[in-house]
């Protein structure tokens, strides 16, 4: 679900990971990139948030099932 908001709205998905932060500065860039690139530049801010919500579930996975390192 949070991949499709990724595509309309890539600053609000960013904020529902809980990246208070980077959200903001990601909608501060985003704005004025779309009204003044015509959209050109939403491809860019959409990638970003899809590795955000890729690196957030690749973590919680970790958490869950601990990390298993070998040594060997």
Do not use: C, K
């Not at 500065?25 to 985003?30: E, H, T």
């Amino acid at each position: 679900m949070n991949y499709v908001l990724a595509l309309f709205l890539p600053p609000l998905s960013i904020l529902l990971l809980g990246r208070i932060f980077l959200s903001i500065v990601v909608f501060v860039i985003w704005v004025p990139a779309i009204l003044f690139s015509g959209g050109l530049t939403h491809p860019m801010f959409i990638l970003l948030a899809w590795v955000l919500i890729f690196q957030a579930r690749e973590d919680r996975r970790a958490r869950r099932y601990g990390r298993r390192d070998s040594d060997d």
